[in-house]
């Protein structure tokens, strides 16, 4: 997968101008064609600032003091909590050919887009629909189809979830994992949904008073139990359950790693079992 990154965030230091403390500081990042990455932190952490610095919005969109550099190689789309406040239509169709229009796409060309992105986000026939009228996860889902209408490689979602209730958080999850799977999009979401993040990304970033604490493999990073408790970090239960079960003797620690889904515990377990019984 590590080829040469799409984006580079090289010693950037960031303080608002009404900042008391710096809400970056010696961050250091790539992203590569392809990878899901996952954002976690206690609150006011910096995982907002982050991802505005990723996408290019800090420092031309806010007043501070920067210092390092962001390095793009592709196009970003960026996705925000509050799917509301980034509707400009009164229409899903009118919100997906605003930004296209202003880009000066011929209209044959927008129908074909919104066509493709309505297609992909599994909102066909909601073309004349009031985005507000639409569940919260509908809603969501029509503020990444904006995000992707340009096609960007890279799409960055902060805190997609938060506002969702259980089904309209699976709705973006299940999208998100479509993303990944079929387009192979290089995807950076920052959200406390730690199990969905734990079965959904390759990598995660622990971020904390603006600096990065941990940035490893899922599976690598989740292990370190003492480090997300000692941050504020929900750990999934899954995780927690098999920590437990391995210092109680009911399984031994796997080779493999830490389970990230109940489907790989319950895996090893049997695993386990069949071992101790002689038949592996």
Known sequence: MKTEPLLRVKGVYWHYEEGAQPALADIDLALYPGEVVGVVGPAAAGKTTLLLTMSGLIPSNYGGHFVGSVESKS?????FQDPETQ???LTVEEELAFSLENAGWSDERIEKRMAEVLDLIG?????????LELSGGEKQRVAIASALSHNPQVLILDEPTSELDPVGAREV???LSRLKQE???????SSHATEE???FCDRMILIAEGKIVLDQPTRQFFAQ?????EHGTLVP???RLYHMLCQEGVMSASSDGVPLTVEELALHYKEGQLVREGSL
């Open 237 to 239: 239960d899954v995780i």
């Open 183 to 189: 387009k192979e999009m290089t995807i950076v979401v």
């Open 87 to 89: 509707f400009i239509g």
């Open 75 to 79: 196009e970003q789309g960026i996705v």
């Open 123 to 131: 909102l066909n026939g909601f073309a004349n629909r009031s985005p």
């Open 225 to 229: 139990v003492e480090v997300l408790d």
């Open 173 to 175: 999850f299940s999208l």
């Open 197 to 199: 993040l734990a079965a």
